[in-house]
């Protein structure tokens, strides 16, 4: 799967340098995965008893990124395993007709009951079967 989700950056987004705020890409790529997802799909998990738990986050800052920027978060995900998904996310500004890479991403996911348990994902998840890979 993968897709491109648009995120603004308002003055809450940074810090007194004007910058994004580091922790905030972990954000903007979580809002990047539930649109590719779909509400719809994750409400329903959510109502089967499944959630996603992050198991390991990775970040690499290349550029800043500041105030008034409207960044492009590109996002592929991979489905590793019937319980884990791995999604990579690219923070991306394009200037003047340029598109520059200013943070990456890699967070592994885990799906669990509600015990926190692993539990497969449905075959239906996302238009596939939680075996394949995208």
Known sequence: MEGEFQVPI???DTDFTGYVYHANFLKFFERA???LFGREQLRKLYLEGKHFVVKDAQLSFHKPVRHGDVITIKSKIVFDHPAVVTCHHTAC???NGVTS???TGLVR???V???GH???LPVDSFGRSGDQKA
């Open 33 to 35: 995965r539930e649109e």
């Open 113 to 115: 009951n509600e015990r």
């Open 109 to 111: 996911l885990v799906s």
């Open 101 to 103: 890479t200013h943070v």
């Open 118 to 120: 692993p539990t497969r």
């Open 93 to 95: 500004l394009n200037e």
């Open 10 to 12: 308002y003055y809450e």
